[in-house]
């Protein structure tokens, strides 16, 4: 699912779609267990508006704690074009800032991002 810049993107990048062609194309899509495809419109709205600036949560989030006061999930999904994405919270909690390079080591269950230039002790 896109979020922020990556989603303001391309909702302008589609343009004149219908609402259900920009939640779909920007990954806000799940199946069901019967195996229909579901539309998280609330999740796309949400983000859009998060993206735009908009916060709707309560109270002004702490540690573990995304920027509209919701908690973290610590799981990250893999999007409907095969990336993965840790959401902006996540890279502030972690003092990351753009441009940041990071060494990928791959294990049996696990994926590691490693600074580069770091030791990768944490």
Do not use: H, W
């Not at 796309?44 to 702490?62: I, M, T």
Request: charged share 25%; aromatic share 6%.
């Amino acid at each position: 699912m896109l979020t922020g810049p990556d989603l303001l993107a391309k909702v302008k990048e589609l343009g004149d779609a219908s609402k259900s062609d920009l939640a779909r194309g920007c990954g806000y899509v799940s199946t069901k267990k019967d195996g229909a495809e579901r539309l998280n419109f609330t999740a796309f709205y949400e983000a859009l508006l998060e993206a735009k600036g908009v916060s709707l949560g309560a109270d002004g989030g702490g540690k573990g704690r995304g920027k509209a006061g919701r908690k973290l999930s610590y799981v990250a999904t893999v999007q409907f074009n095969g990336n993965l994405l840790a959401g902006k919270a996540y890279t502030a909690m972690l003092d990351l800032k753009p441009g940041g390079e990071f060494e990928i080591k791959i294990g049996r269950k696990q994926i590691q991002l490693i600074p580069v230039g770091g030791g990768g002790e944490e």
